[in-house]
């Protein structure tokens, strides 16, 4: 394939890098085991190490960069390698993607179907929404709103749908991590089975934490392996590439990738920037406003389908920290509660049960604090106790427990969302944060039951 004018690929030259060429800083704050191997040689022996050990394989693939090179790894390595048996291809499809993502993903699987057994969902699955006070979710390819639907059901005969699927596990309205785990189980027909996921560490050092975590269980001591079900691992094959090595891959290989890529790269978005993701989710909010310009017959069904978005796409990245600013007469805790009385009220329980529970966390246990933070606390005049350290990673944090949340932490030289305050919650609100990642939670399984009802309720809005 010869590289497009303009495009990304031309930007890099044909060598990757090893496994540890990072600076010193680096290496420090990842404390990680470094060997000569360049990260593509080490993605074939971890390939090679799957083939070996399941007998099932499938790969999550979503258009992305990362998911499109590591489904060219693998079937690079299977011609090479005369694997002949197919592997799984799963990708949900959200209703809501770029046409230049579409284009792409079709084209590769339409170019291998001799060995793929693809698995292109479009099912009515609940997806977290960050853009709307009504909708903590929304629901894609829903039968209620087939016809606000953003574009037609696509009509290829790999096509997964309400009509049509043959996964007994399924019902309409299953939250994403739900059908993600059952369908992991389904596929593996009881037999040991790998779930490639494109995810690299060096966009995240969360990524990071979780897949060098040595408590979870992995195959074989292979830490880029991780037991999600009984039956299924989660495999990271290329978890330390960096973004470079993904566009070197695709220059060096000439591997089909997303055009999309090619358009923000002409936009001037920098690469390590650059996201594919559902529109509505919080890592995608930063590059909303994008659908306007690529994609404008999409952008306006994306408005009519989800209330919010050209909002969030137009002063998305003006909310941050530092630009909420208090209405006068109002503390951060009085802006707090006259928050939560003006939402509708399932919205406003939501948050309230989140709140008590960070408050119960705080109140009773605490969290981990470097001393610097500690110190700063004590000079803000900020009353909390230590409790023991962490028990996690080298266990040296403090914990600090607090009973009273200060009303803001703007003194903080950390962010100030990683300690309880009440602009923190004020913040998490009007973030449109119905699961309160912003502040270190995740959705428990009857939050995310009510999260549905309260979808339902508020669609026709």
Not at 20 to 29: A, F, H, Q, V
Not at 303 to 321: D, E, H, S, W
Not at 432 to 444: A, E, F, I, Q, R
Request: aromatic residues 14%; proline residues 4%; glycine residues 6%.
């Amino acid at each position: 394939m010869t590289p497009r004018i303009g495009s990304l690929v031309t930007a890099f030259g044909n060598n990757f890098s090893r496994r540890g060429s990072m600076n010193d800083d680096d290496r420090k704050r990842l404390k990680r085991n470094y060997k000569t191997l360049n990260v593509y040689d080490a993605a074939q022996e971890r390939i090679k190490f799957i083939f070996d050990n399941f007998p099932r394989i499938y790969v999550s693939f979503s258009g992305g960069k990362d998911s499109g090179v590591m489904l060219n790894l693998m079937l690079d390595y299977m011609r090479a390698n005369g694997i002949t048996k197919k592997i799984g291809l799963m990708t949900l499809d959200n209703e809501a993607n770029y046409e230049f993502s579409y284009k792409f993903m079709h084209s590769i699987i339409r170019k291998n179907l001799d060995l793929l057994d693809v698995y292109w969902c479009c099912l009515p699955i609940t997806l977290p929404c960050t853009v709307s006070h009504y909708a903590v979710d929304w629901q894609c390819w829903g039968e209620a709103d087939k016809e606000r639907w953003i574009r037609p059901m696509p009509d290829d005969p790999y096509i997964v749908n309400l009509k049509n699927h043959k996964m007994p596990f399924f019902r309409e309205n299953m939250n994403y991590d739900e059908f993600w785990n059952e369908f992991g189980d389904w596929y593996s027909q009881g037999e040991r089975c790998a779930c490639l996921i494109g995810i690299r560490t060096a966009e995240s050092l969360n990524r990071f934490r979780a897949i060098m975590n040595d408590r979870k269980e992995s195959l074989g001591g292979m830490r880029w392996t991780k037991k999600n079900t009984d039956h299924v691992y989660n495999c990271y094959p290329i978890y330390d590439w960096r973004t470079e090595d993904i566009w070197t891959a695709n220059a060096k290989f000439e591997w089909e990738y997303n055009g999309l890529y090619d358009i923000f790269y002409k936009a001037g978005v920098p690469v390590h920037k650059m996201r594919v993701a559902s529109p509505f989710m919080s890592e995608s909010k930063s590059s909303l406003g994008m659908y306007r310009v690529i994609d404008p017959t999409i952008w306006a069904k994306l408005c009519a389908r989800v209330q919010g978005a050209n909002f969030i796409a137009t002063y998305g990245k003006q909310l941050n920290y530092k630009s909420f600013k208090l209405p006068p007469n109002h503390t951060w805790k009085s802006f707090v509660k006259f928050l939560l009385a003006t939402l509708p009220k399932e919205v406003s329980e939501n948050f309230k049960q989140r709140f008590i529970q960070s408050f119960r966390v705080w109140g009773r246990v605490g969290r981990g604090l470097p001393d610097e933070t500690i110190d700063e606390l004590t000079q803000a005049g900020v009353k909390f106790r230590i409790n023991g350290t962490t028990a996690h990673g080298n266990k040296t944090l403090r914990r600090v427990r607090i009973a009273k949340f200060p009303d803001h932490l703007d003194m903080l030289s950390v962010h100030a969302s990683q300690v309880a305050s009440w602009k923190r919650f004020a913040i998490t609100i009007l973030k449109n944060d119905h699961v309160c990642k912003y502040m270190g939670l995740s959705p428990t399984k009857e939050q995310m039951e009510r999260q549905r009802q309260i979808t339902a309720k508020y669609r026709k809005l």
